[in-house]
Nanobody, 123 residues
Framework: QVQLVESGGGLVQAGDSLRLSCVMS????????MAWFRQAPGKEREFVAG????????EYAGSVEGRFTISRDNAKNTAYLQMNTLKPEDTAVYYC????????????????WGQGTQVTVSS
């Protein structure tokens, strides 16, 4: 059974940076596309960024493009989300997700979810 464990969240000020990590176990990491989603209080969960498993194509939500970077280290079974120039509206619980079928399915209905890590950006 695939398990995803996120870390790296915290409380920062606007303009600061954070790097989130997601470690996967129980599966062949290099066969899974990985993504980050977030859910702010009172809002629906939304896609933030995704990375494919082979050629490492990336996709971003418009609200984070240019500020956030998704990457992966297949040797460490870990996906990362580097978040720069953070804004108060980035405050949310950030979830890691994975899927071994397609980037499309990853964005719509991933197979696996992590438990989430809180990111709070103060103004």
């Amino acid at each position: 059974q695939v398990q995803l464990v996120e870390s790296g969240g915290g409380l920062v000020q606007a303009g600061d940076s954070l790097r989130l990590s997601c470690v996967m176990s129980g599966g062949t990491f290099s066969s899974y596309a990985m993504a980050w989603f977030r859910q702010a209080p009172g809002k629906e969960r939304e896609f933030v960024a995704g990375i494919s498993w082979y050629v490492q194509n990336t996709e971003y939500a418009g609200s984070v493009e240019g500020r956030f970077t998704i990457s992966r280290d297949n040797a460490k079974n870990t996906a990362y989300l580097q978040m720069n120039t953070l804004k108060p509206e980035d405050t949310a619980v950030y979830y890691c997700a994975s899927d071994d079928t397609s980037m499309y399915r990853l964005r719509i209905h991933p197979q696996y979810w992590g438990q989430g890590t809180q990111v709070t950006v103060s103004s």
